[in-house]
């Protein structure tokens, strides 16, 4: 299958070969059933990004004709299905979340109206909350809580790129932004509107002096919003960046726990 992606890839009219198409809309019900992922973790934190399972999804597009799909009162026009068989996968759905097929959601996920995109991976007690939305390719962990409006953004091209990881138990608070490859580390909390992007700095003030750490989030670090000053041609301005102001406690769990009784199936 990866041989056939790959020989895709770079001749495009193999597409019109019937054993070659089989081979990209395999790949994408591996990736809607959870046996294949864009990403994989690895030993030592390490992740692998499998390449030719994005070339897959983006080879997928061509393949799909436009089409009307209907949902109750809700209509849509597009190529790419809605996914289906919530009920005997074990998750929760609450009107309007949408989920397209090729993304993959573990038992016990919860969506609230939101939205997960196509190569996405969300692990299981997982809860998708109002508004947020999860990019193609992203990796969501066991028991994170992404709330209302957080953007995790997506990852198709370049092909090289990693995508966004969020690893177990993170807490991600509202309105926070997770774009281009970022990494957030297991049982790390961010607050309200932090932006962390490939290039942020996420700078440690916990000690006597600051540590930078660059589009990374290392494990139960308790992060806000922040600014530093850089000096341009133009002058000293402020930019923004995100602080590291504590590992998470006992206090930060209890601000942060989830109610599991709101993930009762």
Not at 15 to 40: F, P, T, W
Not at 60 to 78: K, R, V, W
Not at 124 to 139: E, F, I, K, P, R
């Amino acid at each position: 299958m990866q041989k056939h992606i790959e020989q895709i890839w770079e001749q495009r009219e193999l597409l019109n070969k019937k054993e070659y198409r089989q081979a990209v809309e395999e790949a994408i019900d591996m990736l809607d059933n959870g046996r294949l992922r864009v990403a994989e973790p690895g030993d030592a934190g390490q992740w692998t990004v499998n390449e030719w399972v994005k070339k897959a999804v983006l080879l997928y597009f061509p393949l799909c004709g436009m089409q009307t799909i209907e949902a109750g009162p809700f209509e849509y026009h597009d190529k790419i299905p809605l996914k289906h068989g919530f009920a005997q996968n074990g998750v929760r759905v609450v009107p309007p979340a949408v989920a397209r097929y090729g993304a993959y959601l573990a038992p016990q996920t919860v969506l609230m109206p939101s939205y997960v995109n196509i190569g996405a991976y969300v692990d299981s007690g997982t809860m998708v909350d109002t508004w947020a939305t999860v990019g193609s390719c992203a990796q969501i962990g066991k028991h994170v809580h992404l709330s209302g409006g957080v953007g995790i953004g997506g990852v198709l091209e370049p092909v090289q790129a990693a995508p966004v990881i969020v690893e177990d138990n993170a807490f991600i608070g509202s309105r926070c932004i997770i774009v281009e490859g970022a990494h957030i580390g297991r049982e790390a909390v961010l607050g309200s509107g932090t932006v962390i992007t490939s290039s942020t700095h996420i700078i440690d003030v916990t000690g006597p002096e600051p540590v930078t750490h660059i589009g990374h989030v290392p494990p139960r670090s308790v992060v806000i919003p922040g600014s530093y000053t850089k000096h341009f041609p133009a002058g000293d301005y402020n930019v923004s960046c995100a602080l590291i102001i504590g590992q998470r406690k006992e206090s930060t769990d209890k601000k942060t726990s989830l109610n599991e009784a709101l993930r009762l199936f």
